[in-house]
């Protein structure tokens, strides 16, 4: 069967911020925004043009059997010069984005791709991959020499569900499908890869695959990887296609080699992936308390339970009050179960004992009933995280815009570091913010994944920046919280994938044998060293 | 902290057949098993003796240095010639065994693994890393030029727990561990890694990681590659060493170049594997089915359920009465829940309830109590089925004495291919044997992992064979039930591996960027081409 056509997003997506221009707080937001944090400016940069950038002409030309593929459009050239990382908003605020690329391709099937990667190749141009956009780690950014030329390849108009195996709960998707449109084309079907990451509304299939993007569940089977049954990839060597199975013990696995691969060794055109029931049967809590190392004992306990929660953040007492889940002080734990067929309110009731044996306190009376130091009702301190969790990189573009800094990273670690770590990015980011700006620095911890044998956290750091300054401030936070990640042998990305800015990084914690597998890898695919240069092996 | 050391098996192993010789039938048994297969020698082929082989002298002596790490023993070396496959078993049944290794070399420690490596990379000794020896595809025989030395590389003198880490679940441990060495040094900490593959005695921890072999659970995460938090890995190039983490999106995966590599990439050393507390609720039933269509239907809802039991395995007729399973002509389902913390008898009721809504049968009561029709106990059966389970393999060697086929294989497919697929195997196989031997030949199937999105099918053929030409029936029938699973796009192996004896299939199914990709990763790690030659890559 044939998938049908997602809808085009009607409102329009931002070229230089976060989402949708009609998303983004006004002038007296920022302000207000920025008023919180001392040392902010007092009004907010402008926002920023395309016609300031004084875009030139491309410095190449497609032929024309693929110029109907391509566009010079400024603005839509302007769109895809950068990721979204607070790094590259700051940017665009300050008028010095990164390389604008030359074209933008949006080619409509894989023979469009396999042309375009053949035309590059012969014209030495590089070809960077481009999903949805959203990359926070310097991903879908040109930084290599500057007298090459750079095509972003855009998969979007390749965003179809194509078939559906309705009885082996699967589908082949399109690798430019974004999230809601994936969804939207599997709903008839009762089905759904419930795959929901932040960036969910801005990203694509194809992004997920190529990125090992972490998911909607906070406990087990999560990344994108798990999912996956089969993919084709266009390399500048030929097409890969794997074929479609369950499981298998052939040798090791050829998805596991693109997953992840972030452009650098081929275009992920197609993928078919597997899928669940929608589920109908939905109950969550709020369960806080007043020591983070109760609280951390608790999530160790429910993921090691077997009780796999659909949703299991903890929120330390930072990220709580900043999400509005709780402003009495206590860390917050969010916890959610779900199933197609079979009421969970007996699961949660276990989870939220669980949490009680470690000295979580849950109160479903409505909240202001019960005393200071009860916790907050569960559904409304769910949804308010859950909002708050949308809205968060709206908040941050509005936050640069008055001169802040307020950068997020991730990481995972086993258990036994899981303590440490968080304390050391505390205490070192925090005191490295306020050496570089004079003020002090909010850093607040959540952990968004939790395994039997460790942790995911998610740090949020706000503070003032250092006006014209805030790359380099940003890059020297950065470097200290590398720092601090790899002496915890914690890894550089648990779901924001490497892209540029986490190289250091990646390069000493990758295994040396590995990269030079890695190398020659690359050098069999891409001989020419077109795709998406620097990202993952020089 | 220090693992104990494991104790030494007492008894002994066959240099030639499976597991050990005191397990193994005498002639009688064997006399009477080939009286059920019409055209089966009269009377069983003599146990072969090494000193029948007239093994010389080794071609290569190793320095003094390695001396004390070496053997250059006969029997060692007849020991390490070849795997347990029924191709191997028939050749030295007929004095014909594969190449007999110059050296066995056993490593105390990393240290050897790579002064070996250096050592043969020097000579170009080939070198064949060798675990349990339990290959039944021709992975631990080296079948490259005549004139070239050849060393088998045995782990199992690293044979430890190193570390455990009770709080995070994880233990790391020696790559040469054997299956009950490495469950007994974990039962002190109330822990188990619960991987049974069906050679567990006889297989280590190493050999698992290099096959990605099938564990103990039927649905859900079953393969070792999911339990691996980070391996070591010695190379020509180098040592790998990945971090221990939970979950990474960093590139794609180190450990899973590694996992599937099957020696050709390098030698895993040890891992860090993520453990599980051992049940202490176990529940199991047989449930049976008349028609094989509904006990196919039956298993796919149990996938798809979320009740993910332990054990869900389903034979067909002619399996369940081959094991004992049952003998009125019915399917039998093996349907077991565990856990570590809460009674799974409201799981397995539900399990039951499922399968029965789709024609299964189930009656607890004593076997012989009911009527013709009635499923057999469902303890009685279980039991049946896993002891037959694990005697199958020296059955298997019985009927080799007799001059019989008797092979399997295995594979797994989406649900939309498995019911073609196994009829497809059961027909074309059959008459190939029969056209082959003049005899009818058995072809039983059973189910042994089950996933939402497909199965993972087993094979079992019994035929007469043709006296003094097994190897080349066997290879016949080979290269028939690897034809039909290409055409089914049903992997060339679930959990037996590629080694030699896969080649031809993995070949066509891997798809060719993906060869290109692994041929330079070869060439970087082990650029003289010593290790497992003719493994994966040539």
């Given at each position: ?33 920025g ?5 902010t ?18 410095a190449?030309?497609?032929?024309g059997?693929?110029a ?6 400024p603005a ?14 700051v940017r665009?605020l ?17 023979r ?14 590089a ?24 095509l ?5 108009a ?28 599997l ?9 929901f990451?932040?960036?969910?509304e801005?990203?694509?299939l ?32 030929g097409?890969s ?7 298998s013990?052939?040798g ?8 992840g ?23 969550s ?13 608790a999530?160790?306990?429910l993921?090691?339970s ?15 009050a ?19 067929d ?17 000295g979580?306190?849950?109160?479903d ?30 908040l ?6 008055m ?5 997020t ?20 980011v925090?005191?490295?913010a ?36 805030e ?32 190289r250091?990084?990646y ?6 044998p ?9 050098g ?10 620097g990202?993952?092996?020089?």
């Amino acid at each position: 069967m044939n998938g049908t056509t997602p809808q085009p997003t009607a409102r329009t997506r931002s070229w230089w911020g976060w989402g949708r221009t009609d998303e983004h707080p006004d002038d007296a937001e920022c302000t207000a925004m920025g008023a919180l944090l001392p040392g902010t400016l007092g009004r907010p940069l402008p926002v920023p043009r395309v016609r300031d950038l004084g875009i030139g002409s491309p410095a190449v030309e497609p032929p024309g059997s693929l110029a109907h593929l391509v566009s010079a459009d400024p603005a839509d050239r302007a769109a895809h010069a950068m990721g979204k990382a607070y790094r590259d908003v700051v940017r665009a605020l300050r008028g010095r984005p990164g390389r604008i690329p030359d074209l933008v391709a949006r080619p409509a099937d894989e023979r469009g791709v396999a042309d375009l990667l053949e035309w590059a190749g012969e014209r030495q141009v590089a070809v960077v991959p481009y999903g949805g956009g959203s990359s926070v780690t310097g991903g879908v950014e040109y930084r290599g020499d500057a007298h090459r030329a750079v095509l972003s390849l855009d998969l979007t108009a390749m965003g179809r569900v194509l078939e559906v195996d309705a009885e082996g709960r699967a589908a082949r998707i399109q690798a430019g499908t974004l999230g809601p449109a994936l969804e939207d084309q599997l709903r008839p079907y009762g089905l759904t890869l419930r795959h929901f990451p932040q960036s969910f509304e801005f990203s694509t299939l194809g992004g997920w695959l190529a990125t090992r993007a972490g998911g909607h569940y906070a406990t087990g089977r999560t990344h994108i990887d798990d999912f996956v049954q089969s993919l084709r990839v266009v390399t500048p060597a030929g097409t890969s296609s794997s074929w479609r199975l369950p499981a298998s013990g052939a040798g090791p696995s050829p998805d596991r080699l693109f997953l992840g691969s972030e452009g650098a060794l081929g275009v992920i055109t197609e993928a078919w992936v597997r899928l669940q029931e929608r589920p109908r049967h939905k109950a969550s809590a709020a369960v806080s308390f007043t020591g983070f190392p109760d609280a951390l004992r608790a999530v160790r306990a429910l993921a090691q339970s077997g009780l796999s929660p659909a949703n299991c953040r903890l929120l330390d007492a930072g990220e709580a009050a900043l999400s509005g889940a709780a402003r009495d002080g206590c860390a917050v734990l969010v916890l959610g179960f779900e199933s197609a067929d079979e009421p969970v309110d007996a699961l949660l009731a276990r989870g939220v004992d669980l949490a009680r044996s470690h000295g979580g306190r849950y109160d479903d009376t409505p909240v202001g009933a019960s005393g200071p130091h009860a916790a907050p009702s569960g559904d409304a301190a769910v949804v308010a995280w859950r909002s708050a969790f949308l809205r968060m990189p709206y908040l941050r573009d509005g936050l640069a815009r008055m001169g802040a800094v307020a950068e997020t990273f991730e990481t995972a670690a086993t258990w036994d570091r899981i303590p440490g770590l968080i304390e050391a990015v505390r205490t070192e980011v925090g005191a490295a913010a306020l050496k570089a700006t004079g003020h002090p620095a909010t850093v607040n911890c959540r952990l968004t994944h939790v395994y039997p044998d460790g942790a995911a956290p998610y740090f949020t750091v706000l503070a003032a920046g250092r006006a014209g300054d805030e790359v380099a401030l940003w890059d020297d936070l950065k470097a200290v919280a590398g720092e601090v990640l790899h002496r915890h042998r914690a890894t550089i990305t648990h779901h924001h994938a490497v892209g540029r800015d986490h190289r250091p990084g990646y390069d000493r914690q990758r295994p040396e044998p590995f990269a030079l597998a890695l190398r020659a890898a690359k050098g069999a695919l891409d001989p020419r060293g077109i795709l998406n240069p620097g990202v993952l092996v020089d």
